[in-house]
């Protein structure tokens, strides 16, 4: 048996020289020499690191408070820790307030916007020119862009959205606007 082995081995190692002497340059056994060519950059450039989608912004104040982000459409619910417990986006009315600070002032389950639309979960915190602001969810829960020539005071968002709200902002918790 042992016999056998040995001639296998020898075999194998006969036909592994044999395709190495003849194997082309380009599939040869490496060098074993260092090449000065390789390149000391990152072929990747390294991502940076995503922005917290809770943090609330600079300058928003202190405590228990909604957030309104003008320019980011974006509202964040924000605890007495003053850590957001949940943001999101929301579809801006067609007037809308000053930055600065606010306080809900009134709340109605449901109601027909001042664009016509079925709406719930009022939440409403300021005025300008005779037009009341509020936070609100179309009951169809649609999202629709308001039109441009109505003066409107809905900040639109998803009905769950709209849920939270409903459950986080009551009459007298503070509403800050900012740029």
């Not at 809308?96 to 664009?115: I, L």
């Not at 003066?151 to 968002?157: D, E």
């Amino acid at each position: 048996m042992a016999g056998l082995t040995a001639a296998a081995v020898a075999a194998v190692a006969f036909l592994a020289y044999q395709a190495s002497a003849n194997a082309p340059d380009s599939v040869a056994a490496p060098s074993t020499s260092v090449s000065a060519s390789a390149s000391a950059k990152p072929s990747a450039k390294p991502s940076a690191p995503e922005a917290d989608p809770l943090a609330v912004p600079d300058g928003s104040g202190t405590g228990l408070r909604v957030v309104y982000a003008l320019k980011e459409r974006r509202v964040w619910l924000v605890g007495e820790d003053g850590k957001a417990s949940r943001t999101f986006k929301v579809v801006a009315s067609s007037v809308s307030p000053e930055p600065g600070s606010y306080a809900v002032f009134s709340r109605t389950g449901s109601v027909t916007g001042s664009d016509g639309v079925p709406i719930e979960h009022v939440v409403r915190f300021a005025e300008v020119d005779d037009t009341v602001i509020g936070f609100s969810a179309a009951q169809d829960g649609s999202l629709p862009t308001p039109d441009p020539t109505l003066k409107t005071g809905g900040v639109r968002m998803k009905r769950a959205d709209a849920d939270a709200m409903w459950s986080f902002a009551t009459v007298a918790v503070k509403v800050v606007v900012v740029p």
